[in-house]
């Protein structure tokens, strides 16, 4: 069992920068592909970024590909989502999710592939 919990979320302006941190707990966290999802008010919840359990293979979803970044350092048990040029569109409760894999290269999109969740943090950007 691995518990996440995000950090990093706020305020920004149309074009900022954020960052968000997911820590996770437990000692097994590089067999754990990682991913981030977000979900806006009234809409469903929309993949974003995933990586591979050593951080060699990445996936994102097309409108952030470009200006957002995901990445892990294994040694800290946390994945980063470094997000830049950020837009009004971006504003949604961020998660982080985790599923056990063993080492693999593998990515996953859905949500149903994930079995761990954080609680989320608000991203919100003003135009």
């Known amino acids: 069992q691995v518990q996440l919990v995000e950090s990093g979320g706020g305020l920004v302006q149309s074009g900022g920068s954020l960052r968000l941190s997911c820590a996770a707990s437990g000692r097994t966290f590089s067999t754990y592909a990682m991913g981030w999802f977000r979900q806006a008010p009234g809409k469903e919840r929309e993949f974003v970024a995933t990586?591979?359990?050593?951080?060699?293979?990445?996936y994102y979803l097309d409108s952030v590909n470009g200006r957002f970044t995901i990445s892990r350092d294994n040694a800290k048990n946390t994945v980063y989502l470094q997000m830049n040029n950020l837009k009004p569109e971006d504003t949604a409760v961020y998660y982080c999710a985790a599923v056990e894999v063993g080492y693999s290269r593998a990515v996953y999109v859905r949500g149903y592939e994930y079995d761990y969740w954080g609680q989320g943090t608000q991203v919100t950007v003003s135009s």
């Open positions: 990586i591979s359990t050593s951080g060699g293979n990445t």
